[in-house]
């Protein structure tokens, strides 16, 4: 019932929203001059705050400053304002409300999973626009550091080379403001949740052409897994200098140390499956206390130097450092159930990981006008160098677990020398990027985007061999060029269709049985749609259809050779609505359909089954619902928010012999500002309903619980 209540109110309110919002154009055309939303457009930054919900701007889709109403691709921006408002603890937690997305299949196992469109993109993030780590799937980043999350929908490629075909998430960091903060909050919920913040901003001189802020925030709590907690600390100064009134200066850095044991999962058979034996307790740990723990450090420096030649030409170089260690270990269920259903077969994966990479982007942007064309063209060289180091990375057997009656003081929590795997020893990655984008206007309200991208990367691959004292060496060096067109019309009633083709790939690393180098795995995307925005721009639609293909994925044969005949197809739509239906009342309200199948197989039988079949985790139905309303009209300073999240029914499997149960979950927060002070309850999951989030075939995640958490804010400004 709630799922078609939530689509049909979703598009109730669209054309409500839609009707309003022309309302209001049409009596204000007489009222307000033109010129002044234009130019209010014009000055709104990609890396700034902004009030409210929606965005007018961002930047991953073409490295400008660009206005999403005329991006002929789908974008969508979370601001902190509403990672504050939903009480969002992490990335995967701030991304739930954005279409097209569906984040936290994993469940609470502490590190940032999503896929968008139906493909896995958690490997794949960019920070402040370049990309961090090889093993960036192993942390979760601190989402209290974000100005803003961007998300990039399709594939991207030609502007930030190597990606897998769903698209980018782009996380904006905190930077210095020309408006001075000064904020402390303190935070506490149940599982034990704590934290502290601290958000300083301001000038260091008269003219304030140097200003610094700094962002901290100390976190921790238990978890409803047995044995389960979590630590983070982070810390970000940084620093902006205008050195002129042509080149400024942004350094920018961060340091993060977590502490947490992970959450694996539980069989399918006592979780979405029938266990003679009943229902197994989300709380049961399946790993070994005092065992069981995961340390990661990452630290990030670099900078954004630009200037501007002229008022039609700007130069703009990044540049960042990163390093990310991680030391840890964790036990798991293997996917092998005793015929009693009791007992659950179990290994320990051991992880040392030490990784260092640097990245550049170097850009020239320039306009200039050709006969009826006006031209916003993009030049780049970008650059990425890392080199990591797996000197442990591998797995041991353990004494089964009894989920029902669980024990473990037979084993012993000593040094265990894991199993060599094949990802142990090292990886070097480089890759270099040349990249041209034109953004063409003419006419009145044709946007056309193209980009052209010419990679060339080098993947050099180290391996011990288990037999004898050797190292493998495995290298290719594929190179790729990348594709881009869209075309946009945007009429004078804030309606824009478009159209547009993208292209993203992959190197894959190894050899054919004839000794041919594998070609990269690609993705191609055909997607077409249409934007809204209201002319004060505080409220926005959209809707996007799209088709994608991923090519050339693979597996390795019996002998060890790679074999590259996989094509996996997925094509949905989506319907976004976001921003401020009246002064009073923001909501963020998302439809989401992905149609995924397997097209092309491999020869094994086991790969065969697969064929035509729906790839796992990819529900086929996602909806959620978000909205506040500011009720200071009859209490001063007080304000609501409510919502409610549906994510349908996935595969369990490859072979698709089982579902995982669709869900519905229920969010609200109270908020109360009095002077310096803002006070703010948020609870997610209200119903405390039990739901498993994912399964991977060898197992099934317990989503999360009901979480409740109380924070204080005090400003000092």
């Not at 976190?219 to 810390?235: E, F, G, H, I, L």
């Not at 990679?455 to 288990?466: F, G, I, N, V, Y």
């Not at 309903?689 to 204080?712: L, Q």
């Amino acid at each position: 019932m709630f799922k078609q209540a939530l689509l049909v109110g979703s598009c109730a309110c669209a054309q409500l929203v839609i009707g309003v919002s022309t309302a209001e154009e049409a009596t204000g055309q007489d009222q307000l001059p033109e010129i002044s939303v234009k130019t209010q457009r014009d000055e709104q930054s990609t890396t700034t705050p902004f009030k409210g919900y929606k965005a007018s701007t961002a930047q991953t889709a073409t490295k400008t400053n660009a206005k999403l109403i005329e991006t002929p691709q789908s974008i969508t921006v979370v601001g902190s304002e509403q990672i504050r408002d939903q009480g969002a603890q992490s990335v995967t937690e701030a991304l739930r409300s954005v279409a097209g997305v569906d984040a936290g299949q994993y469940g609470r196992r502490g590190q940032d999973d999503f896929t968008i469109r139906g493909f896995t993109q958690s490997e794949f993030v960019l920070r402040d626009g370049m990309r961090m780590f090889l093993d960036q799937a192993w942390g979760q980043t601190e989402v209290f550091g974000l100005e803003r999350v961007e998300v990039l929908k399709g594939p991207a490629s030609v502007l930030y080379g190597q990606s897998a075909p769903g698209g980018l998430v782009n996380l904006v960091s905190k930077r210095p403001t020309d408006k001075p903060i000064a904020q402390i909050g303190v935070g506490y919920g149940n599982y034990q949740q704590k934290q502290l913040s601290a958000d300083f901003s301001d000038s260091l001189n008269e003219s304030g052409s140097l200003r610094y802020r700094l962002v901290a925030i100390s976190s921790a709590s238990d978890d409803q897994v047995d044995y389960a907690d979590r630590q983070r600390t982070y810390v970000a100064p940084s620093l902006t200098w205008d050195i002129s009134d042509k080149t400024s200066l942004t350094l920018l850095s961060s340091y993060q140390k977590s502490q947490y044991v992970s959450i694996r999962g539980l069989p399918a058979a006592g979780t979405v499956l029938p266990n003679v034996n009943g229902r197994i307790s989300f709380s049961r740990y399946v790993g070994v206390p005092g065992m069981d723990k995961i340390m990661t450090e990452q630290t990030l420096l670099g900078y954004e130097l630009t200037h501007a030649f002229n008022n039609n030409t700007k130069f703009k170089q990044s540049v960042r450092y990163n390093t990310f260690n991680l030391d840890g270990s964790w036990a798991m269920g293997t996917g092998n159930f005793s015929s009693t259903q009791t007992n659950w077969n179990r290994q320990r994966a051991i992880r040392e990981i030490d990784e260092q990479s640097l990245a550049t982007d170097n850009q020239i942007a320039t306009e200039f006008q050709t006969a009826a064309l006006h031209h916003q063209v993009l030049l780049g060289f970008d650059s990425l160098h890392i080199n990591s180091s797996r000197e442990k990375f591998g797995t041991r057997s353990l004494t089964a677990l009894n989920l029902y009656n669980p024990n473990n003081s037979n084993v012993a929590v000593g040094n265990f020398t894991p199993t060599a795997s094949g990802h142990q020893g090292s990886d070097e990655l480089s890759q270099y990027g040349f990249y041209l984008q034109d953004q063409i206007k003419f006419g009145d309200g044709w946007n056309a985007v193209l980009g052209l991208r010419r990679d060339e990367t080098s993947l050099l691959q180290k391996r011990p061999l288990q037999t004898t004292a050797a190292t493998r060496r495995s290298k290719t060096d594929p190179g790729a060029t990348s594709g881009r067109a869209g075309l946009l019309y945007e009429f004078s009633s804030g309606f824009a269709p478009y159209i547009s083709y993208s292209e993203s790939f992959m190197p894959e690393l190894g050899v054919t049985e004839d000794g041919a180098q594998l070609k990269p795995v690609t993705g191609k995307q055909r997607e077409a749609g249409i934007k809204y925005e209201s002319p004060n721009q505080r409220f926005g639609a959209n809707f996007a259809l799209y088709e994608i293909k991923m090519e050339n994925a693979g597996y390795n044969d019996n002998n060890g050779f790679r074999v590259q005949v996989g094509e996996q197809r997925n094509r949905g739509f989506e319907f976004d609505i976001t921003g401020k239906l009246t002064d009073k009342f923001n909501i963020v309200a998302t439809y989401t359909y992905i149609d995924a199948e397997i097209t092309k197989a491999g020869p094994r039988l086991a790969d065969q089954a697969t064929l035509g079949k729906r790839p796992i985790l990819i529900p086929k139905n996602i909806a959620n619902i978000w909205a506040t309303y500011d009720l200071t009209s009859w209490i001063p300073g007080l304000t609501i928010g409510a919502g409610a999240r549906y994510n349908g029914e996935k595969a369990g499997d490859a072979n698709n012999t089982y579902t995982v149960p669709d869900y519905t979950v229920f969010d609200a927060a109270i908020y109360y500002h009095t002077g310096p002070w803002r006070l703010a309850l948020n609870g997610r999951n209200l119903s405390d309903k039990r739901y498993i989030s994912g399964c991977n075939g060898n197992a099934c995640y317990p989503g999360d619980p009901r979480m409740v958490m109380f924070t204080a804010n005090y400003n000092f400004k």
